[in-house]
């Protein structure tokens, strides 16, 4: 499944080892930017943890950048990663089999289609999928079937919208809205964040849980100025340079401007703020 | 010193009690409410409370919707309540001997042009008030000068930019804009609240740390819908409704049409965010 936001925490922990070897920086830095990478990870992840002997469906694991968290966090419990691409799920494999995790299992599965059966699972998790599907109600739903009662659903999504900074830049804002009327055109949702709280309770999830992840970055978070604002964000607006001047949504020196500007948010007096949203719902 | 947010969580609070009596609420309905005001004040406050003896500056205390909080949090601290406005400090000052809190003393000052000697104060606090000033840089570094090394600043400041919602809604946001500017053109900013690292760090306070407190709202927080999105928020932003349409901002039905989408938010399947920041400093 192609991301438009590619780097989750993970890749980007991996991006940050790749790039630090590549650019030869000494082996402090290397440490604050994998600690960085953890802030993220711990953000987004540390509370979900499923007990021993638990099996947990991973719908849309793509090429496993939260298979491997996911695995770590429960190393008992019994994980079925799906996707509906193979060439992501030989990758989630490699890479799970090269971090020496044992509990995962990876199938070729379409979300709205599954093959498993009523009650299979105790638990699902996805992350990063929801925005990129034209049905996101209708994917819960279906998950829904293959999940036992009291069994929960644990969504994690971005909202480019949630996206602010200072300075502020009225071309960096539209450059961001670029990214967002694209994914919007492939079928996607950059906002689909905010929305989680309805869409699980439109699927008919009960006792529904939103609870926000804010990253703030500022000069006093170096790690997160480099990782986060640079590396993650920026360079993921940047990354549809292309497809928007392609698509007429932009003129190339605006574009440009807008890169430029939110650059310019990780310089020593800027700032930057985006909010991931975590949903937990229960099937009755 | 007037303010377009003007519903504060402390007057926020008393002005659900107010409605409550008006409208009749049940005794239920009135302790949710109040709860909700309480997870506002403890969302922004509760993190805050000085050492018996210790000597405190609020700065821009206005009707003194902070103060009784301030006050109660730290109930062995001499509090000196500051405010250029002779009518806000004596409404202030009422308000907190209703409450029968001793610690408080309200005196009239500019706090550009402090009467106070060097070293006068151990900690100084200001929420809500930078966003009203011209040149709120120089304001945090006339505060300084009053402050003893060592000591402490707090800010707490809101930011209308952190305010996105589902449905979302370009007439909400265009409102939403016209207060932006109203209170631009005013000589304040009401995007102030991700700029508190950079203004402290101008002003030469070290060790800056900001956390955000954002509010997240949605259908299974009902406290919050009523008190945050419905009374607080789009309270303000109608608030301003003459104003902008004076200003020749909006034309009326656009405005109106913005106000009934902000609203919409509060509906079940509705979800509003907004953050507050809130930052500390020490003079060396």
């Known amino acids: 499944m192609a991301s438009y936001f590619s780097s989750s925490p993970e890749e980007f922990g991996e991006d940050i080892l790749k790039t630090n070897y590549v650019h030869g920086y000494d082996n402090q830095e290397k440490i604050r930017l994998q600690d960085q990478a953890s802030t993220l990870v711990e953000l987004l992840h540390s509370d979900t943890s499923y007990p021993a002997g638990s099996r947990i469906l991973e719908a849309g694991c793509g090429v496993g950048a939260q298979t491997i968290t996911l695995a770590r966090n429960s190393p008992g419990a019994l994980i079925t990663s799906v996707d509906i691409s193979e060439l992501s799920l030989a990758e989630a494999k490699q890479k799970t089999l090269d971090t020496g995790l044992t509990n995962v299992s990876f199938e070729k599965a379409d979300i709205f289609n599954l093959h498993y059966g009523k009650d299979a699972f105790d638990h699902v998790f996805l992350c990063f999928v929801l925005e990129h599907l034209p049905a996101p109600a209708e994917a819960l739903n279906a998950l829904k079937k293959v999940l036992r009662k009291g069994g929960t659903i644990t969504v994690i999504e971005g909202d480019h919208g949630s996206a602010y900074f200072h300075p502020d830049s009225e071309a960096a804002r539209k450059a961001i809205q670029c990214q967002i009327e694209l994914q919007r055109r492939a079928g996607g949702n950059a906002l689909i964040g905010r929305e989680l709280y309805p869409l699980l309770i439109k699927a008919g999830y009960d006792s529904v849980r939103v609870s926000p992840r804010m990253v703030y970055v500022d000069a006093s978070r170096p790690e997160l100025v480099e990782g986060f604002i640079k590396r993650t964000f920026t360079a993921m607006i940047e990354g549809v340079r292309e497809s928007a001047l392609k ?37 009755r």
Chains 1, 2 share one sequence.
């Open 247 to 283: 698509a007429g949504l932009a003129k190339a020196e605006d574009f440009g401007k807008g890169i430029q500007d939110l650059y310019r948010t990780a310089e020593s007096d800027g700032v930057f703020c985006y909010t991931f949203f975590k949903a937990i719902g229960i099937k």
